[in-house]
């Protein structure tokens, strides 16, 4: 599988070929040998030159939210057969529900309702499976319809909040 990934403003390629439970991975040409060791809904452990990393993903819009021994990432994936179908539905507006990759506990609510927000701007913090992530904007606009507060617990796929025009 091949796509494009973008990490704060640097463009990445990368290609990933499986062989069971070993990956090759190469970024923009580089090789990169990974073994799995376990794998769950958005939990990885992998071995990369002898060194084990613990990997949890939230899925986002357009992407991911990835902590790495506690350094986050938000990793944009760009998938040229999904890209120009994204850029138009971006484009468009209309409203865009945020909801919960996993259940969890909302941590803290950074927005308030009517609230306009630029997009990337934090607007919950989830913890799930003690570990805190942030989800983001997926597109500028006004918060409407948010559905939660601190302290409650949610379920995967639940909706937190719209962000709309």
């Known amino acids: 599988m091949k796509f494009q990934a973008r990490i704060r403003d640097h463009l990445y390629t990368v290609e990933v070929n499986r062989d069971r439970q070993r990956f090759t991975v190469l970024i923009d040409g580089a090789p990169h040998e990974l073994d799995l060791v376990f794998s769950d809904a958005s939990h990885d452990v992998v071995l990369l030159n002898n060194a084990c990393y613990d990997v949890v993903s939230v899925a986002q819009p357009g992407g991911y939210h990835v902590n790495v ?3 986050f990432f938000d990793v944009e994936v760009l998938d040229p057969r999904t890209r120009v179908h994204g850029e138009v539905e971006s484009a468009a507006g209309g409203d865009r529900p945020v909801k919960a990759a996993m ?18 701007a934090g607007l919950v913090v989830l913890e799930a499976m003690k570990m805190q992530n942030e989800l983001r904007a997926p597109r500028a606009g006004r918060v409407r319809q948010l559905a939660v507060c601190a302290g409650q617990t949610v379920e995967a796929g639940q909706t937190l909040l719209v962000v709309g025009d």
């Open 69 to 71: 021994f506690n350094r």
């Open 103 to 120: 259940p969890g506990r909302i941590v803290k609510v950074l927005v308030a309702d009517g609230q306009t927000v630029a997009a990337g």
